[in-house]
């Protein structure tokens, strides 16, 4: 017997993105798209469109949110919308946090996970990357763990289809993460789409970069590197810890309601010809 698809090929198709910066792009940087980043999600959305002309788009995912942020602020939305395929990343941000009870947190995250599913849409969940910042986050190691092990307990026990992005040998390279080395490149990006696109079963020809090894830093590069990172990115993150602002305080969802993907030209095409929606 055929496997059922995880897709509908006919009828409604909504594609509904939630979650903090891992889903809106940032590090996949494009001035000519909303809050100036591309990302995996939109990728996704465009071959998808390729696939199966129709699909509709909508990411309401903005950088630094918090789970209960997202519940309260996206969720609703979101079930409003009637989706047919929706992705959720959350919690990254609250692992950052020592005073999060880890324990309370998957149980909140539980509790989105099983308001998505009764819509019977198909549910994509990610876990997360040990991304190796500095050895000051080692520590943090055993509560990314406890929250990836979580994650798959949770997609098992409501039919969610799982991306395992701790086990992606290829974010090991250090040219899939952006220069804050919390965010993905262009690159990591583009590799992920390609991820999410094989465990929906849906064609594309995005391939891995064909890297030559990566070279070996000398102290003084390695060093220049520590400084620079400090500089432009410790710094001002404490600083905005200590004001109580986020980067994210500032900005609204880049699709907030569901746009028509066009075949031919992506999302941009939508951002210079509004009209193209009419005629995807």
């Known amino acids: 017997m055929a496997p059922e698809p995880l897709l509908p090929n006919s009828g409604r198709r909504v594609f509904v993105a939630l979650g903090d ?5 940032v590090g996949d940087r494009d001035e000519r798209l909303p809050n100036g980043v591309r990302g995996w999600a939109d990728r996704v959305a465009e071959k998808l469109a390729k696939a199966h002309p129709g699909w509709k ?44 009870d880890m324990a309370a947190l998957m149980d909140e995250y539980e509790q989105l996970v099983a308001r998505l599913a009764e819509t019977g849409a198909t549910l994509v969940l990610f876990t997360g990357f040990d991304v190796k910042v500095s050895a000051l986050l080692e520590p943090l190691k055993r509560r990314n763990t406890f929250y990836n092990q979580r994650v798959r307990d949770i997609a098992e026990k409501y039919g969610a289809v799982l991306v395992d992005y701790w086990c992606l040998d290829a974010f090991h390279d250090r040219r899939m993460w952006d220069s804050d080395r919390l965010h993905m490149s262009k690159a990591g990006h583009k590799y992920l789409a390609g991820q999410v696109l094989d465990q929906l079963g849906v064609p594309h020809k995005i391939r891995p970069k064909d890297w030559e090894p990566p070279s070996r830093l000398t102290l003084r590069e390695w060093e220049r590197r520590q400084r620079r990172w400090i500089h432009e990115w410790v710094l001002p993150l404490f600083g905005r810890k200590l004001r109580g602002v986020t980067l994210g305080d500032q900005l609204a969802p880049r699709w907030p309601e569901p746009v028509k993907v066009p075949k031919k030209g992506g999302l941009k095409k939508l951002v210079a010809e509004p009209e193209a929606a009419e005629n995807a």
């Open 57 to 100: 788009y909508a990411n309401l995912a903005i950088r630094s949110k918090r789970l209960r942020q997202i519940i309260d602020e996206q969720l609703e939305p979101a079930l409003r919308m009637r989706p047919t395929l929706v992705t959720l990343y959350a919690g990254g941000n609250d692992i950052l946090d020592l005073k999060t």
């Open 21 to 25: 910066s891992f889903t809106e792009g």
